[in-house]
């Protein structure tokens, strides 16, 4: 079955660095686009940074020039890189698989918090 596992989440002081990672297993891993997603209590999810099968990239404008993406498919792993971090910053990030309509995925979520 499809598992997608976030990590790299934790406490970073502002202006600080994380990278999260999405392991994933149960599909072809290299076949399928994959999605970074933030979601704050109270508010929808939103997509923050989207990769192609082929490694192409689309972020969010509010973070273009702060938040790259890429996988790794030899390892199975999509990885955000989250540069100058602010405290808004602060949410629990996913990771998501939509393979068709019908069959979307996703992981646990790992919590980013940006605090001095």
């Known amino acids: 079955q499809v598992q997608l596992v976030e990590s790299g989440g934790g406490l970073v002081q502002p202006g600080g660095s994380l990278r999260l990672s999405c392991a994933a297993s149960?599909?072809?891993?290299?076949?399928?686009?994959l999605g970074w997603y933030r979601q704050a209590p109270g508010k929808q999810r939103e997509l923050v940074a989207a990769i192609t099968s082929g490694g192409s990239t689309n972020v969010a404008d509010s973070e273009k020039g702060r938040f790259t993406s890429s996988r790794d498919n030899a390892k199975n792993t999509v990885y955000l890189q989250m540069n100058s971090l602010k405290p808004e910053h602060t949410v629990v990030y996913y990771c998501?698989?939509?393979?068709?309509?019908?069959?979307?995925?996703w992981g646990q979520g790992t919590q980013v918090t940006v605090s001095s």
């Open positions: 149960g599909f072809t891993f290299s076949s399928y686009n």
């Open positions: 998501k698989l939509a393979k068709n309509i019908l069959s979307v995925y």
